[in-house]
């Protein structure tokens, strides 16, 4: 069974900061891995996809690596903003009974301080 | 990104009475749809799959006759709680895959926060 994990569960860091997010994957055979952001009682923005067949994607200040291999993923934000306070989630996806389905992570919930 | 409409944002409802969420793809065609529950602090737990024309495929251990799925149209699903209870409390968010986009990118609605009392 496919277990994603997302340590820590929390992070506070002055704004400027450059930040690592780690994500962790059990099963290797996805197909993609998307990273999310989630606003307190909002749905989730899509930041990034990584296709298994990439190591990464960058768009702006977030960059995300993939390493199928060793079922790991990391979100790397640059200088950071109070705006991007929120939670980042994970997710992988693969087949599961014949359909391509998304399993998350419980998410990272970041404060940027001014 | 792709864009998917989520309908109502929040709703309170008396126990007992049945509850309606609305998901639809405002910009492309959904022939399959998921309905995610979230409870606080905790990840998102597929409930099941919204296939357009057919019957929906549920998790294990999500009651199919309490959580109805209908998939009528390529643009609209809808969830509808039934007989809900106070445990029933949570927030349902639904996902339609962009199948333009590469590798079938996930986008999301903004959520229906359900509050049963």
């Known amino acids: 069974k496919q277990e994603v994990t997302q340590i820590p569960a929390a992070l506070s860091v002055p704004e400027g900061e450059n930040l690592v997010l780690n994500c962790s994957f059990t099963?290797?055979?996805?197909?993609?891995l998307q990273w999310f952001r989630q606003d307190p009682g909002k749905g989730l923005t899509s930041l990034l996809l990584i296709q298994s067949s990439q190591r990464e994607q960058t768009s702006g200040r977030l960059n995300a690596s993939l390493d199928k291999s060793s079922g790991r993923s990391t979100l790397y934000i640059a200088a950071s903003q109070p705006g991007d306070s929120a939670t980042y989630l994970c997710?992988?996806?693969?087949?599961?009974?014949?359909?391509?389905?998304?399993?998350f992570g419980k998410g990272m919930k970041l404060t940027v301080n001014p | 990104g792709a864009v998917v409409s989520q309908h109502p944002s929040w709703v309170i409802c008396k126990s007992g009475t049945s509850v309606k969420i609305e998901c639809r793809s405002l910009d492309f065609q959904a022939t399959t749809m998921f309905w995610y529950r979230q409870f606080p602090k905790q990840s998102l737990m597929l409930m099941a799959t919204?296939?357009?024309?057919?019957?929906?495929?549920?998790e294990q251990g999500v009651e199919k006759d309490k959580f109805l799925i209908n998939h009528a149209s390529l643009t609209l699903s809808t969830l509808t709680v039934t007989s809900a209870h106070p445990e029933d409390s949570s927030f349902y968010i639904c996902s339609a895959p962009d199948g333009r986009a590469v590798n079938t990118e996930a986008f999301f609605g903004q959520g229906t926060r359900l509050t049963v009392v």
């Open positions: 919204s296939n357009e024309g057919s019957k929906a495929t549920y």
């Open positions: 099963d290797s055979a996805i197909y993609n």
């Open positions: 997710a992988v996806s693969l087949t599961q009974g014949g359909s391509e389905k998304l399993v």
